[in-house]
């Protein structure tokens, strides 16, 4: 089956830095990417859209400039949360949707502790 | 905007029962699709059955079955013979299909519990 990666799967980083998740489709072209935040025991929401060689959409609410979107190639997409804060400690879902099936296929997720 | 309620936050079942879990959902669109996650300890986002709306026949997989009402926006899943593996949080999910490539609406999810 189709299989997504997602790098690193834990991250602890201090406040202030910068942190950079990568989602990769491993056997199979996405020419879109998906990025959802979920906080304990609640669902996901969707952050924004990935789209290979253009701009990011972003949903209501979501600082572009703080999670700044990267899909440079048809396997890759990277979010860095710029300049993290405590508040921004979550666990980070991609997707990747099958350019022939249209499906969307989920990676492991990356926890982030921001300390 | 789309939204997708599901009202039972935690179930129970013995092994081997039958549960349904609930899900309805608001749109106005016409042209979509739902779909059942299951999502385990792991957290590991696991698809577990999608419904396109333009059909009328309900959407099956083994031993995970759907009852879509299109008029009444209510999409349910019928699990039987449930095992101890199926032990995870169940969302719920709506994608637009027209036209570009949509984001998932999830619903709040349904933690279910097989009891041996």
């Known amino acids: 089956g189709a299989v997504v990666s997602q790098h690193p799967s834990r991250v602890i980083c201090k406040s202030g830095t910068s942190v950079k998740i990568e989602c990769r489709s491993l056997d199979f072209q996405a020419t879109t990417m998906f990025w959802y935040r979920q906080f304990p025991k609640k669902s996901l929401m969707l952050m924004a859209t990935?789209?290979?060689?253009?701009?990011?959409?972003?949903e209501q609410g979501v600082e572009k400039d703080k999670f700044l979107i990267n899909h440079a190639s048809l396997t890759l997409s990277t979010l860095t949360v710029t300049s993290a804060h405590p508040e921004d400690s979550s666990f980070y879902i991609c997707?990747?949707?099958?350019?022939?099936?249209?499906?969307?296929?989920f990676g492991p997720g990356t926890r982030l502790l921001v300390l | 905007a789309q939204t997708v309620t599901q009202s039972q936050p935690e179930m129970s079942v013995q092994e081997a029962e039958t549960v349904t879990l609930s899900c309805t959902y608001d749109?106005?669109?016409?042209?979509?699709?739902l779909f059942w996650y299951k999502q385990p300890p792991s957290r590991q986002m696991i698809l577990v059955i999608r419904?396109?709306?333009?059909?009328?026949q309900n959407a099956t997989e083994n031993r995970f079955s759907v009852n879509f009402q299109k008029a009444a926006k209510s999409f349910s899943l019928k699990i039987s013979d449930s095992q101890l593996g199926d032990t995870a949080m169940y969302f719920c999910?709506?994608?637009?299909?027209?036209?570009?490539?949509?984001?998932?609406?999830f619903g709040k999810g349904t933690h279910l519990i097989i009891q041996p």
């Open positions: 990935s789209n290979e060689g253009s701009k990011a959409t972003y």
């Open positions: 997707s990747a949707r099958d350019d022939l099936k249209g499906t969307q296929y």
């Open positions: 749109t106005s669109e016409n042209n979509y699709y």
């Open positions: 419904q396109e709306a333009y059909k009328q």
């Open positions: 999910a709506f994608m637009y299909s027209g036209g570009g490539a949509d984001g998932l609406t």
